[in-house]
């Protein structure tokens, strides 16, 4: 009887040990990664039929994995004056696309103009999210609202009021 006891103690030690070890996995690297999105600035007017000019740092204490981009319409479910002709000849824009060019460095400077907003996409507000993984899986974002305009002075002027 007295070693059924000593199993189910030891048993149960075990199992506690087991379950207290996995929890503690974030002994690790748990510091997300920096994100210095320089370009677009906040509320930057992007212009349709063109590409994004994107200029960011990023870096991390232990390593760097990948960056994503995304973009997304903000729209509200109000338009300001826009006929429904002029939006069944557009398609809301998105944009989503991993890079995974930075695995293993601590930092890097990234410039590029990949991202092009096509001819037909809807003017409007939309968000541009950009987010960074580190090599622990730790992950930052940063988000800025942008403007999709077709670049005609009437159509910025309308959006001024």
């Not at 349709?48 to 994107?54: A, K, N, Q, R, T």
């Not at 903000?74 to 944009?95: M, P, R, V, W």
């Not at 410039?111 to 907003?117: G, L, S, T, V, W």
Request: charged share 25%; proline share 3%; hydrophobic share 35%.
């Amino acid at each position: 009887m007295r070693t059924k006891s000593n199993l189910l103690f030891l048993a149960t030690i075990i199992v506690s040990i087991s379950l207290f070890t996995s929890c503690n996995d974030n002994d690790g690297d748990t510091t997300p990664p920096v994100i210095n999105l320089i370009t677009p600035a906040e509320g930057a007017v992007l212009t349709i039929g063109s590409p994004v000019e994107l200029e960011m740092e990023v870096s991390d204490n232990e390593g760097l994995k990948s960056y994503k981009i995304n973009i997304h319409n903000a729209f509200d479910g109000h338009d300001h004056d826009k006929s429904l002709k002029s939006q069944e000849e557009t398609i809301a824009f998105s944009y989503d696309k991993v890079w995974n060019d930075i695995g293993g460095l601590k930092e890097a400077k990234i410039q590029h103009a990949e991202i092009f907003i096509t001819a037909n996409a809807t003017p409007g507000k939309y968000h541009l999210i950009v987010y960074c993984t580190d090599a622990s899986k730790n992950e930052s974002y940063i988000a800025r609202n942008v403007v999709l305009s077709n670049g005609d002075a009437e159509e910025e002027h309308a959006h001024e009021h």
